[in-house]
């Protein structure tokens, strides 16, 4: 069993290509306890390690883009070889309601897929937006379309759904929809941009940060948001992703959470 403070030898027994230049390492055992949301530290001798999020549980599963060192050798590995694991880690998401709506920027899909199944497994309605740069950077379309969500999709380029941004699918599910709450995992800009939208609307919403996590325990204080993104979204000055995160809960009914 894996834990916060000790990695964990586990081997890959499948390899999922979701696009061009992302893949999904599919492992021989569950990672006890996970929740959508979280996220564990990924090692490899004598190469480093890295946070990523945890797209699915059981088994254990984590997408990777070949963007650094730890990244690309993860990439070159193939079934049979092992991968060392510490986690589950951080904050994830809490459902709220039973009308969910789910917002991936880029390779933001991939842990909201896992709380997709989540959700669709407690019998509750789940409406997905989807944006990237162009029609290679979309992930896990058909995936979340085939679960029973309706899947919206915006690009930058046109290649694919809707030209433009993602918050103009939201604001569209928004109205048609009426979520209790709002779930988003991508880049900051974005992110800022749904906690402004659902702020004006009163949603409540629930936001995953991304940042450069080094110990995984609020030790080192890397991952601490930037004070001018807390001010424009109510998050607490201060806040450590890797502790306190990377999930942020959003009440805009009462107060801030």
């Not at 842990?111 to 896990?140: H, I, K, N, S």
């Not at 379309?145 to 599910?173: F, H």
């Not at 709002?182 to 995953?208: D, F, H, T, W």
Request: some cysteine; aromatic content about 6%; charged content about 20%.
């Amino acid at each position: 069993m894996t834990t916060p403070l000790s990695f964990s030898p586990l081997r890959i027994v499948d390899i999922q290509m979701e696009n061009e230049r992302a893949r999904s390492l599919v492992f021989d055992r569950p990672l006890t306890h996970a929740q959508p949301g979280q996220y564990l530290m990924a090692w490899l001798p004598e190469v480093g390690e890295k946070p990523f999020s945890i797209a699915g549980s059981d088994p254990l599963k984590i997408t990777v883009v070949a963007v650094g060192p730890v990244s690309q050798a993860l990439c070159q590995l193939k079934i049979g070889e092992r991968v060392w694991v510490r986690g589950p880690l951080g904050s994830g998401y809490q459902p709220g309601g039973r009308r969910h709506l789910l917002v991936g920027g880029g390779y933001g899909a991939a842990p909201l897929f896992y709380l997709a199944q989540t959700l669709l497994a407690r019998g509750e309605e789940v409406q997905v937006c989807l944006g990237a740069r162009g029609q290679a950077d979309l992930m896990l379309v058909s995936a979340f379309e085939s679960a029973g969500c309706r899947t919206r999709i915006t690009t930058d380029d046109g290649s694919a759904g809707e030209k433009g941004l993602v918050t103009q699918a939201v604001q569209a599910a928004i109205e048609t929809f009426s979520p209790d709450t709002v779930y988003a995992c991508g880049p900051v800009p974005m992110l800022v941009a749904v906690a402004r939208l659902c702020e004006e609307k009163s949603i409540n919403c629930q936001l995953s940060w991304e940042a450069l996590i080094r110990c995984g325990m609020g030790l080192c204080g890397s991952c601490e948001l930037d004070p001018e993104i807390c001010q424009q979204t109510g998050v607490p000055q201060g806040w450590l992703t890797c502790k306190d995160g990377p999930v942020f809960q959003k009440n805009n009914q009462n107060s801030l959470s």
